[in-house]
């Protein structure tokens, strides 16, 4: 049985929050470029552009970068997975990189999209944000902003739906199929 563990405010009070502490850390918006992980966390980026905005007064870059070609899973999965948007608005180099995403799992797909990053140039900082992280870490990666911690079991999954590609804005957790 899903249980909604984020309706539409609830998501925009904390994508509220996460933008002010983004501004507050990083002492305004210079040299930040917020770039998103498709498909959600692209969503997300974008809306966390439009909130900076609406704070600071000032729109930064965003953009989003695909992790697909990177992930260590390639080769087991049966299904090869199709690219996403890969959209770098500008050089990387000696910017402050805003990675988000929608859920924080075992860390693989972050681990992913640093190296994809990584392609572009050298970054000053790389930070993540997330709307959920659920915890069950594989590799040491920890997010700076986080929406809503959501304890899960392995038996449980967590699906974000968002207005543009869902046509709602909810969290769920629902058991897992195997």
Not at 45 to 74: F, H, S
Not at 138 to 165: F, M, Q, R, W
Request: hydrophobic share 40%; aromatic share 2%.
């Amino acid at each position: 049985m899903k249980k909604i563990m984020m309706d539409d405010k609830a998501i925009d009070r904390a994508l509220a929050r996460v933008a002010h502490e983004i501004i507050e850390r990083n002492r305004g918006t210079d040299k930040l470029v917020i770039l998103g992980i498709p498909t959600r966390g692209y969503h997300l980026a974008m809306r966390l552009q439009n909130k900076i905005e609406e704070i600071e007064g000032v729109r930064p870059l965003a953009g989003a970068v695909d992790a697909t070609l990177y992930r260590d899973d390639l080769g087991i999965k049966k299904d090869q997975p199709s690219l996403k948007k890969m959209d770098i608005p500008i050089s990387i180099d000696g910017k402050i990189i805003i990675m988000v995403d929608d859920v924080l799992f075992t860390g693989r797909t972050t681990r992913a999209a640093m190296n994809a990053l990584m392609d572009f140039g050298r970054p000053l900082s790389i930070q993540l944000a997330v709307l959920v992280d659920r915890g069950h870490r594989e590799l040491p990666i920890k997010a700076d902003y986080v929406g809503k911690n959501i304890p899960t079991s392995k038996k449980e999954g967590v699906k974000v739906h968002l207005e543009e590609t869902d046509g709602i804005n909810e969290v769920v957790t629902e058991p897992a199929i195997d």
